[in-house]
């Protein structure tokens, strides 16, 4: 009997963002392994017998590679372990999940996934900008400013049409980003947001327009993790953000698990 590898969406950084599904398999791990982004409360809540092991990631360092990663996943399942393999937003979307998957599938380990709230859309939503919107944008996409390979071959032509573009991985990258999309007919004064650490305490976000926000972000120093949003949606987030109802960014804490635990038991 072979144990079972749960792949499982951590959110975009506030850990209360989990699934109620996921925390189930956080509570019922007896293998975790975890990347840089997950928040330190979701890695608290595995049994305190549970092996946790940190395969983190921060741009330019992994020390472990993701053959070992893969590896590691299929041997413990082999040992009759529970193993959840927690990462950050949805585990399909730009996180390798599919990689390993394909490698626990051709291991012959059975495998769950626990899909999550993904940045590219929790980070826009919690900073009040809707991706879609009646009347302003029908139609999104999510785009990585860090390629493997560091090859470019994205349809910017394609790219430039669409209402808004999500940009993940992209701060480094935003100044080549915004090159293509304006040498494809974007026009230079779309708006754009960039949210830096967002739904975690911290959470900034600068704004501008495509030919301004390069020069804004470099300014205010903004670092990873953050998302970058691109399209009129981003005008938005003023009249959310002004009406009484909206939450105030400034005044948002942090949430903690022990709500999270009562709010499901
Ligand atoms: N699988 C993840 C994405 C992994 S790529 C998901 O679905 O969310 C990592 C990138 O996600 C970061 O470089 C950043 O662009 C974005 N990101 C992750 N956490 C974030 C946060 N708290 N605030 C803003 N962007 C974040």
């Keep these: 009997m072979t144990g079972k590898v749960y792949l499982v969406g951590a959110g975009p950084g506030d850990p209360q963002l989990i699934t109620v599904k ?3 398999c956080l509570h019922h791990a007896d293998v975790l392994l975890y990347d840089r982004l997950v928040a330190p409360e979701l890695v608290e809540e595995v049994p305190a017998a549970a092996e946790c092991i940190y395969v983190g990631k921060s741009p330019g360092r992994h020390p472990y590679s993701q053959a070992a990663i893969n590896a590691i996943l299929v041997e413990r399942a082999r040992c009759r372990n529970i193993v959840v393999r927690l990462k950050g937003g949805d ?26 709230v993904t ?34 071959d994205l349809n910017w032509e394609a790219l430039a049409q669409i209402d808004t573009l999500v940009i993940l991985m992209g701060v480094k990258r935003l100044p080549h980003v915004i090159a293509m999309l304006v040498a494809h007919g974007r026009d230079p004064q779309t708006p754009v947001a960039i949210v830096e650490r967002g739904t975690l305490a911290g959470e900034r976000v600068v704004s501008g ?20 949003v691109i399209g009129d949606v981003v005008r938005l987030r003023e009249s959310l953000f002004s009406s009484p109802l909206a939450p105030s960014i400034p005044d948002r804490q942090p949430s903690t698990l022990p709500d999270l635990q009562s709010a499901i038991s």
């Design 119 to 152: 940045s590219a859309l929790g980070v826009p939503a919690r900073a009040g900008i809707p991706v879609t919107h009646r009347g302003v944008s029908a139609t999104f996409a999510v785009l990585t400013g860090h390629q493997a390979g560091g090859r470019d």
């Design 209 to 228: 327009d495509l030919g301004s926000i390069a020069g804004r972000a470099a300014a205010a120093g903004i670092c990873s993790p953050a998302t970058v």
């Design 22 to 24: 996921g925390l189930w």
């Design 91 to 116: 585990p399909f979307v730009f996180g390798r999940g599919g990689e390993e998957a394909q490698a626990l599938a051709g291991a012959g380990v059975p495998f769950e996934v626990v899909p999550g």
